[in-house]
């Protein structure tokens, strides 16, 4: 089992930047890939960024390649989400997730935390 705790969300003003952190705790943290993923009111859970392990590869969704930023500590079992440039369609809640495999499908994570809602205002 592997719990998951996302912190860092909030309300900001379109241009600024908000960094996001989940910290785990669990199973062996370093050999899971860990995602990012958001969902706004109305829509699907969409992803957002993975890292792998050991912290490279990454990989991100289109719209926010440049703008965000996946990395992790292992030494803290924590993985963060920078995110720059925040436009009010960044706005959602956004999910840590972890998984076995290297996979963009919400379908593929295993362990899910509660969230972290991130309002970007206009």
């Not at 785990?24 to 829509?43: E, I, V, Y």
């Not at 996946?70 to 999910?95: C, F, H, W």
């Given at each position: ?27 062996a943290f370093t050999n899971l890939a860990m ?88």
């Amino acid at each position: 089992q592997v719990q998951l705790v996302e912190s860092g969300g909030g309300l900001v003003q379109a241009g600024g930047s908000l960094r996001l952190s989940c910290v785990a705790s669990g199973r062996a943290f370093t050999n899971l890939a860990m995602g990012w993923f958001r969902q706004s009111p109305g829509k699907e859970r969409e992803f957002v960024a993975i890292i792998s392990g050991s912290g490279d590869p990454t990989y991100y969704t289109d719209s926010v390649r440049g703008r965000f930023t996946i990395s992790r500590d292992n030494a803290k079992n924590t993985v963060y989400l920078q995110m720059n440039a925040l436009k009010p369609e960044d706005t959602g809640k956004y999910y840590c997730a972890a998984t076995g495999l290297w996979s963009v499908y919400r379908s593929d994570y295993d362990y899910w935390g509660q969230g972290t809602q991130v309002t970007v205002s206009s």
